[in-house]
C-alpha cells in the first residue's frame, strides 16, 4: 500500500497546483472589487468618456479673428504721391454651426458614459459566471477525491481480506484497478480545475505567474422568485444598452441639426483703420489723412443646393429610430427566454434535492456495507459508486447552471450586481 500513500500525497498536492504561484483565497464582494478596480479593459474604456468629455470643451471654442496690415507706396520716391498703411480685424460668424456642434458633443459624451455603465454591467456578469466556474470545478474536484478516496479504503481493506484469504486474487486485483481508474480522474479534474483558478486573472488585472484566486464559497441555491412583468418593465428602466440606443436616437437628430446648418453661409465682419501720409506732389497735394472701415461679406452659397450630406444624416437619424425599437423587442425576448431558462433549472434543483441525492447515498453505503460481508459482488459496489458520483456531479452541474440562469435573468434586466 505504499503506492496508494504516494498517491494520496500528489493529489494533496494537486489541490495546489502550480507550486511558485501563490493561491489566495478570495470571497465573491472582494472579487468584484478587484474587478471594477482592477480590470485593465475597463480601464481602457473609460478613457472614451474622458476623450468625449475633452470633445465638448473643445466644440466650445470660437472661429479666431484675422488681423491683417497693408502698407502701400505710391510712387513716393518719384512722384511724391504718398504712402499708406491699413490695419484691419476680421471675424467669422457661424450662424448656429457652433451651438449645434456643443449640442452634439454634449449628446455624445453622455453616450459614452452610459455605454461604459454598459460594458461594465457586462463585464460584472461575466466575471461572475467565471466565479461560477471555478465554484464548480472545485466541488467536482472533491466528488472525484472523495470517490477515489472510497475506493483507495476498498482497495486496502481488499487488500487485507486477500492476505487473509476470505476474497480471491482477480478481486483485489479489480477493486485496486478501479482505484487507479479512479485516480487518473481526479489528476483531471484537477488539471481541469487549475485551468478554471487562471481564468480569474483577466478580469482583476493580475498575471497567472503572480497570485491565483479561488473562491471560499461553494454553489448553493439562492432564494429567488420574480414576477415576469415585473422583469419586463425593469428592463425598460434599466438596460443600459437600451437608454445607449435610445440616446443614440437622439445623437442621430443633433447630427442632421449640424448638417443643416453647416449649409448655412459663414458671415465675415470686418473693421480697419489706415493712415495716408501727406501727398507732395505739385499737381495733386493732398494732407496726410486717417480713413476707417467696416464691411461684411456673405458667400454665395451654392454648395447648399446640393442636400447629399443632410439626407444622409437624416437616413442615420431614421436609421437609429428604427434600431431602438427593434432593440425593445429584442430586451422583451432575452427576459422571456432568460426568465423559463431560471424557471427549468429552479424545477430540476428540487428534483434533485427531494429524494434523488439521499437515495443515491443510501444506495452506496449500503452496498458497501453489504460487500464488506461478502453479501454482493465489487461489481455492484462499483456500480453503486458510479451512480452516486453521476449524480453528485450533475447535481453541481445543475447548480452552476441555476445559479448561471440567475446571472443571465438579472443581466437581461440590467441589473448591476448578480449575485447577493
Sequence with gaps: MKRYKIALLLVAAAACPIQAQTVAPITYKQYMHKVST???????????????????????????????????????????MGQSYELGLSQNITL????????????QSELAEIVLDDYFRNLQADATLAYLEVMKQKQLYDIKKSAWSNMYDLAKSDSIRLAAGKIMEMEAVQSKLEADIMYNDLLQAGTELEQAYTQLSPYIGTAVTDTLFHPVEELEQPEKEFILGDLMQSAIERRTDLRAALKNTEVARRELTLAKREKRPDVELSVGWSHNTRV?????????????????????????????????????????????????????????????????????????????????????????????????????????????????????????????????????????????
Design 38 to 80: 482592477d480590470n485593465l479593459e475597463y480601464a481602457a474604456e473609460k478613457m472614451n468618456v474622458s476623450a468625449a468629455r475633452a470633445d465638448v470643451i473643445a466644440a466650445k471654442v470660437f472661429d479666431d479673428p484675422s488681423l491683417s496690415f497693408t502698407y502701400s507706396n505710391n510712387e513716393d520716391h518719384t512722384l511724391q
Design 280 to 420: 507732395h506732389n505739385e499737381e495733386a497735394p493732398a494732407p496726410a489723412f486717417d480713413g476707417v472701415s467696416a464691411g461684411i461679406a456673405i458667400p454665395l452659397n451654392f454648395s447648399s443646393l446640393n442636400r447629399g450630406a443632410v439626407n444622409a444624416a437624416r437616413f442615420r437619424a431614421k436609421q437609429a429610430e428604427l434600431q431602438y425599437n427593434q432593440m425593445c423587442l429584442q430586451v422583451q425576448r432575452e427576459v422571456m427566454e432568460a426568465y423559463q431558462q431560471f424557471q427549468s433549472q429552479t424545477q430540476q434543483i428540487k428534483h434533485y434535492e427531494h429524494g434523488i441525492l439521499q437515495q443515491a447515498q443510501t444506495v452506496l453505503d449500503g452496498k458497501i456495507y453489504s460487500y464488506n460481508r461478502g453479501e454482493v459482488s465489487l461489481l455492484e459496489i462499483l456500480n453503486a459508486q458510479r451512480t452516486y458520483d453521476d449524480v453528485q456531479a450533475q447535481y453541481i452541474e445543475t447548480l452552476f447552471n441555476y445559479n448561471a440562469a440567475l446571472v443571465e435573468l438579472e443581466r437581461s434586466c440590467g441589473m448591476h450586481h448578480p449575485l447577493p
Design 96 to 107: 448656429g454651426r457652433r451651438g449645434a456642434g456643443i449640442k452634439l458633443a454634449r449628446s
